[in-house]
């Protein structure tokens, strides 16, 4: 079992940034890796980011490239998204994910996650 909490949402203008952390514990040495989806209201849920967690390779949506950065501490078990240059349609409640113990992860697909966040609100006013 891995347990995912997320923190660091808020209220940003547009053009703001805002970082997002989430904590893994449980059985953290089984990680595969870890990714960010978002889903905003009466939209379905979407990817944005992930890194594989042996390599930190990193995977973005076309939406954030440029914008958002994803990065980990494998020490800690911890992966954060830094997100720059918000926009209104950023608005969203953002997900942490995590996939243990997987064979093959695709990273935009939230079916190859087996562990979620609560979730975390992150509002833009323009």
């Known amino acids: 079992q891995v347990q995912l909490v997320e923190s660091g949402g808020g209220l940003v203008q547009a053009g703001g940034s805002l970082r997002l952390s989430c904590a893994a514990s449980?059985?953290?040495?089984?990680?595969?890796?870890m990714g960010w989806f978002r889903q905003a209201p009466g939209k379905e849920r979407e990817f944005a980011a992930a890194?594989?967690?042996?390599?930190?390779?990193?995977y973005y949506a076309d939406s954030v490239k440029g914008r958002f950065t994803i990065s980990r501490d494998n020490a800690e078990a911890t992966v954060t998204l830094h997100m720059n240059s918000l926009k209104p349609e950023d608005a969203a409640v953002y997900y942490c994910?995590?996939?243990?113990?997987?064979?093959?992860?695709?990273?935009?697909?939230?079916?190859?996650?087996?562990?979620w966040g609560q979730g975390t609100q992150v509002t833009v006013s323009s």
């Open positions: 449980g059985r953290t040495f089984s990680l595969d890796a």
């Open positions: 890194i594989s967690w042996s390599y930190g390779s990193t």
């Open positions: 994910a995590a996939a243990v113990r997987r064979r093959t992860v695709i990273p935009g697909n939230p079916g190859d996650y087996n562990y």
